[in-house]
């Protein structure tokens, strides 16, 4: 394969911790924490991560920093100190996202969170009731997480706070969206996408379920997946993974793991050759990692390619855009 032009990140993703404080049934962390040492990210590797990106960075803006990994991002040990190194380089990106399931989402953290640079929250309620909600995620949380919500909510109403918030379940016959915003006072809705998500496969979930409903690409032609042309995962140890289910399912032993921080510039390891030739693969319409074989949220991905029949292979079209589909 020859070379290829360099692809831009649209989208990084760092896990500040890998700690988690639930059980969910579509989630691979149950196994993978056995194997795991649970920390928090150091806090000098964050910085070298940030100050890294400023110095690739010249022109323009990083669409998304997301703080979301294989852990829940409350659970970071050094939270505060993370938040105001992120402060120093709200400058580089469009939007500073976090995604939370609330459980930890107390008063004082909620004060933290809407005072820092932070401005997308998605929350990861993921059921409408208190059963379902046991079923899905393996702990009796729902009403806690209600109330944690109603708080953050009322405190961003009552502070004027402009931050984009979205609410998500997972798509199943024993989740149903309305019965979620019943439970809110209409006020505290304002402004608040509540969706319903579409579940993707991936090794702990491969078929649906009454309790999940797994998305299916309805006979769509397999496409080049958009993650490993514009999304980068860091987890908790500088590990660089270029989509969700190599961060969250494979991790470091996998082929999906494209090298540490600590070895070489983020977009250096963004770009390397296993994952130019990735790239490459799935253009001539095959996998782009072996891994992926199991993964359908390619086809969740936008479409920003078309089928070339005299190269035989996928190009880019002239204008990519970068919506996801996880929602329904």
């Not at 110095?55 to 852990?71: A, F, N, Q, W």
């Not at 998500?197 to 309790?211: A, D, F, G, M, N």
Request: net charge positive; with cysteine.
């Amino acid at each position: 394969m020859g070379e290829r032009r360099p692809e831009s990140v649209w989208i990084i993703n760092l896990e500040l911790t890998n700690a988690c404080n639930l059980e969910c049934v579509f989630c691979d962390h149950v196994i993978l924490k056995k194997e795991m040492s649970i920390k928090s990210m150091d806090n000098k590797l964050l910085t070298k991560i940030l100050s890294g990106v400023k110095e690739e960075v010249k022109d323009g803006k990083i669409y998304e920093l997301g703080l979301v990994g294989l852990g829940e991002p409350t659970l970071d040990k050094h939270l505060m100190k993370h938040l105001d190194i992120i402060n120093e380089y709200t400058f580089l990106f469009e939007r500073i996202s976090i995604n939370s399931n609330l459980v930890s989402m107390k008063q004082k953290l909620t004060e933290v969170l809407l005072n820092s640079q932070i401005n997308t929250y998605t929350f990861s309620v993921n059921a409408s009731n208190r059963e379902s909600y046991r079923k899905m995620m393996g702990m009796d949380r729902f009403n806690q997480v209600v109330d944690n919500l109603k708080y953050f909510l009322s405190q961003r109403k009552k502070k004027d706070i402009k931050a984009r918030v979205g609410i998500q379940i997972f798509e199943s016959d024993k989740n149903n969206l309305e019965e979620l915003r019943a439970i809110f006072p209409p006020r505290l809705l304002a402004g608040v996408n509540l969706f319903s998500r579409k579940v993707y496969s991936k090794p702990v979930i491969q078929q649906s379920t009454e309790l999940l409903h797994l998305h299916t690409p309805n006979g769509s032609r397999r496409y080049p997946c958009w993650d490993i042309y514009t999304r980068v995962y860091v987890d908790v140890e500088g590990n660089l993974y270029p989509c969700t289910i190599g961060n969250d399912s494979y991790r470091k032993a996998s082929n999906l793991f494209l090298g540490n921080i600590n070895d070489a510039a983020l977009f250096a390891l963004f770009n390397v050759k296993r994952n130019q030739e990735a790239r490459e693969r799935s253009e001539l319409g095959k996998l782009p990692y072996p891994e992926c074989e199991m993964c359908n949220i390619w086809s969740l991905t936008p479409n920003n390619f078309e089928w070339h029949v005299q190269k035989q292979k996928w190009v880019k079209k002239d204008k990519q855009v970068r919506a996801y589909g996880l929602k329904g």
